[in-house]
């Protein structure tokens, strides 16, 4: 990927609606040009796909946060599991470093909040938590 490429990338952050004439236009390109790049993007697998994040999105679940947690000997598996069956859990990421995995979760009140982590950490086989609250989010590339 080339540094053109990583600038449509970076436009398609910023406005994932704009038209190949917009995105051209900012770009200093070709219609044609970012046309076959996204193509290309695409086929290749760099770009996975497009969403919309709405504001019932974010209303139905304000109280959002990352739990790292601790796993113990190799129950990974198992409790990936289990975090991906609760409802509250919206994704769950392995990682590198002193924890195991992140759980994202959201609920609708810190009352909720509280018991979904409280209920994490019942679970067989996680031995250390701790939870950041998310306060305010700013998409990359938009000011």
Do not use: C, Y
């Amino acid at each position: 990927m080339d540094e053109t490429d990583q600038a449509l990338i970076a436009a398609l952050r910023r406005d994932g609606r704009a038209s190949l004439s917009e995105l051209a236009a900012r770009l200093g390109l070709a219609r044609a040009t970012v046309r076959a790049r996204m193509e290309r993007l695409m086929a290749r697998g760099e770009i996975q796909g497009f969403t919309v994040v709405t504001r019932g999105d974010l209303t139905a679940m304000p109280v959002r946060g990352l739990m790292m947690i601790g796993i113990e000997g190799r129950g990974a598996d198992r409790v990936v599991a289990r975090l991906s069956g609760l409802p509250e859990v919206q994704a769950v990421h392995s990682t590198n470093g002193r924890w195991d995995l992140i759980a994202e979760i959201g609920t609708r009140t810190l009352e909720e909040f509280d018991r979904v982590l409280a209920m994490i950490r019942k679970l067989d086989g996680v031995t250390a938590s701790e939870t950041s609250l998310m306060l305010a989010t700013r998409r990359a590339g938009r000011r």
